[in-house]
């Protein structure tokens, strides 16, 4: 079965070359386009869409408070937010609103084709470390991000003393592999405790577990742990 892809971009050029680059995958089609967050949200509701490749800059209703919405629907596709400028406050922003991850609008096809595929398939298509650096540079600006006064999650009580562990790891930017090899676990076991943290947080990915560190004060701004809760 094909991945449903759509298209949100005010820019019409931009979207018929990501058309072209989509339409050339066996696995892949454009299902939807739309040139604003309002025209977005009304595709969602009329079409089944997989992914979203959204803008954040657009006229009418941006990408950012579109991703929110999207993403607040139940089955809500996955969302890949495009951005012009590499540490976009707008991207964090929509990081924090539940999209999947970011991407530069002048990423190679095959980069791009590869985290259509991955979030498709439930990963997050942006590199934790890369996550960590967006937020440590916009968290402390926004309001509720990177400083100790966060919003403190009950859930984080129901994590085992491992499962914590996991969570700051994973927060500071390490991949599986190097969590497996910090904590002398295998991937695969890292993997699991991935999953049973995400369960339990009610988070949609480890983007989102990033985002929850920054938010509840257990990583700050430069990836140092934050006190014990």
């Not at 977005?40 to 490749?53: F, P």
């Given at each position: 079965?094909?991945?449903?892809?759509?298209?949100?971009?005010?820019?019409v050029l931009l979207r018929t070359g990501f058309r072209m680059v989509l339409a050339a995958q066996p696995d892949m089609e454009v299902v939807a386009e739309a040139g604003?967050?309002?025209?977005?949200?009304?595709?969602?509701?009329?079409?089944?869409?997989?992914?979203?490749?959204?803008?954040?800059?657009?006229?009418?209703?941006?990408?950012?408070?579109?991703?929110?919405?999207?993403?607040?629907?139940?089955?809500?596709?996955?969302?890949?937010?495009?951005?012009?400028?590499?540490?976009?406050?707008?991207?964090?922003?929509?990081?924090?609103?539940?999209?999947?991850?970011?991407?530069?609008?002048?990423?190679?096809?095959?980069?791009?084709?590869?985290?259509?595929?991955?979030?498709?398939?439930?990963?997050?298509?942006?590199?934790?470390?890369?996550?960590?650096?967006?937020?440590?540079?916009?968290?402390?600006?926004?309001?509720?991000?990177?400083?100790?006064?966060?919003?403190?999650?009950?859930?984080?009580?129901?994590?085992?003393?491992?499962?914590?562990?996991?969570?700051?790891?994973?927060?500071?930017?390490?991949?599986?592999?190097?969590?497996?090899?910090?904590?002398?676990?295998?991937?695969?076991?890292?993997?699991?405790?991935?999953?049973?943290?995400?369960?339990?947080?009610?988070?949609?990915?480890?983007?989102?577990?990033?985002?929850?560190?920054?938010?509840?004060?257990?990583?700050?701004?430069?990836?140092?742990?934050?006190?014990?809760?």
């Amino acid at each position: 079965m094909s991945i449903r892809v759509m298209l949100v971009d005010d820019q019409v050029l931009l979207r018929t070359g990501f058309r072209m680059v989509l339409a050339a995958q066996p696995d892949m089609e454009v299902v939807a386009e739309a040139g604003d967050g309002v025209e977005a949200l009304q595709a969602v509701r009329s079409t089944e869409v997989d992914v979203v490749l959204m803008d954040v800059r657009m006229p009418k209703l941006d990408g950012v408070e579109a991703t929110r919405r999207i993403c607040e629907r139940e089955g809500a596709p996955k969302v890949i937010i495009l951005t012009t400028f590499d540490l976009d406050e707008y991207a964090f922003s929509a990081l924090k609103a539940g999209a999947g991850g970011f991407m530069l609008k002048d990423v190679p096809p095959a980069e791009l084709l590869a985290a259509i595929r991955a979030v498709h398939s439930g990963d997050a298509v942006v590199a934790p470390s890369t996550t960590r650096r967006l937020l440590d540079r916009f968290a402390p600006m926004l309001p509720g991000g990177g400083g100790s006064g966060g919003r403190v999650r009950p859930e984080l009580e129901r994590l085992t003393d491992r499962e914590r562990e996991v969570v700051l790891l994973v927060a500071q930017g390490l991949s599986n592999g190097e969590i497996a090899a910090r904590l002398v676990l295998s991937e695969a076991t890292v993997k699991t405790h991935v999953g049973r943290i995400l369960t339990k947080l009610e988070l949609r990915d480890r983007v989102q577990v990033v985002v929850m560190a920054y938010e509840t004060g257990l990583v700050r701004a430069g990836g140092s742990a934050g006190p014990a809760r």
